[in-house]
């Protein structure tokens, strides 16, 4: 640990968002700063109805942040919302001797050093031109330079202009190669015969690929960091007599940049054309209902909202709770619920239906196969009535 960079870590406790959310939110900033080589030192909150519109927070928070940085000799200040250029601006201003960071630019930078295809580089550094434009004119001390020559009339175009003329026409190029790619990758998916084609998705890190490598016995990249996965990876699976195809996609996360969702167009077109959704949930998680609903609203921005859906409660060996003393007469919070008495509350009478597995462990694995197999089987009826298999109705006997 002692070669990751320090930082200082920022947050709002806003209108709709106390105290207790916005330590939530700093935790997963703290594990993103983690996964680009950060170690989180302190953190400062604020407590304001809106961001400042000048510094996000205060001039006089941001005072005290200043001292607490240069008395600790701390160099890198991460903000867990996009800030506006001028925010930047005046933030760096107040903040000179300092790095700042907002939680856009740190998911980029995470996003450009987990990308290993020239697809996934292509689509990060679009996104990352795109977050750059509006920002250009802090980026350089040259900018007040203003160029002129024989046969140009007038002072001449300012560097300013020249290097968002640069920036533009890189992301033109950009986006013409990604075109290419889109038509490739439409192919492939129209090449790919009579299959159903399955998409595990959902929050990052809550173990899609692992799931992936234990049911198509593949080795996908999994790590416990965030973004282990950005390129889709499709397995031809076969459970019993029946063959699907399986992809392991990008995960989601909270504030998902735009620019990103945009770039990984073709990306998330695995998600769009697929047949069946696995929707991977990691149930040790404190948050797990949230960053159900940030994939749910993810989906609906990419318009895959209404996709069969298979809910999988990943990560049981994880789960954590504490029996509540019998005299203790208060209201239960959620530490005191255990596993089984979670799986009887509104996990039963989901509209999806339900599984609790541990990919780690194995456990329960091959209740999900047969899921996942009747669920396939009844698609595939419905799609190629006329491409159809002897059925086996219990295809999975422990090996």
Request: proline letters at 4%; charged letters at 25%; hydrophobic letters at 35%.
């Amino acid at each position: 640990m002692d070669n990751l960079e320090h930082v200082i870590l920022i947050g709002l406790v806003r209108q709709n968002q106390d105290f207790e959310r916005t330590n939530e939110y700093l935790d997963e900033l703290s594990f993103l700063a983690e996964t680009a080589g950060g170690q989180e030192v302190k953190r400062f909150i604020q407590s304001l109805p809106y961001p400042d519109p000048k510094t996000y927070i205060g001039s006089g928070k941001l005072q005290e942040i200043a001292q607490y940085a240069e008395d600790n000799n701390i160099h890198t200040i991460i903000f867990d919302d996009e800030l506006s250029p001028a925010q930047t601006r005046n933030i760096e201003n107040s903040l000179s001797a300092c790095k700042v960071i907002d939680r856009t630019r740190l998911i980029l930078d995470i996003f450009s050093s987990r990308a290993q295809t020239a697809h996934a580089k292509i689509q990060v550094e679009l996104a990352q031109y795109e977050y750059l434009l509006p920002r250009l004119t802090r980026m350089w001390t040259h900018l007040e330079k203003q160029r002129g020559g024989i046969g140009m009339r007038g002072p001449g175009e300012k560097e300013i202009e020249t290097d968002r003329r640069i920036v533009r026409q890189r992301m033109s190029l950009l986006k013409e190669r990604l075109k290419v790619i889109d038509r490739q990758k439409a192919t492939q998916r129209g090449n790919r015969g009579q299959f159903v084609r399955v998409a595990l998705v959902g929050y990052t890190n809550v173990g899609k690929s692992t799931l992936m490598n234990l049911i198509s016995k593949s080795d996908v990249f999994a790590e416990n960091k965030l973004f282990a996965t950005l390129d889709t990876t499709v397995r031809k699976v076969v459970f019993g007599n029946l063959p699907f195809l399986l992809s392991d996609t990008v995960g989601f996360i909270r504030k998902l940049p735009h620019g990103l969702i945009e770039s990984f167009k073709s990306t998330l077109d695995e998600i769009r054309e697929t047949d069946l959704l696995l929707h991977v949930v990691d149930i040790s998680h404190p948050d797990f209902e949230s960053q159900i609903a940030v994939v749910e609203q993810t989906l609906c921005e990419i318009g895959a909202e209404n996709k069969p859906t298979i809910l999988v409660f990943n990560k049981i060996d994880n789960y954590k709770w504490i029996e509540k003393d019998p005299f203790d007469l208060s209201q239960p919070t959620k530490e005191n619920i255990s596993l089984e008495e979670l799986q009887n509350t509104w996990m039963s009478k989901s509209k999806y239906p339900t599984l609790f597995v541990s990919a780690k462990n194995k456990t329960n694995i091959d209740q999900f196969k047969q899921l996942v197999y009747n669920e396939v089987k009844r698609l595939h009826v419905k799609i190629y009535p006329y491409n159809n298999f002897l059925w086996d109705d219990s295809p999975f006997v422990e090996e």
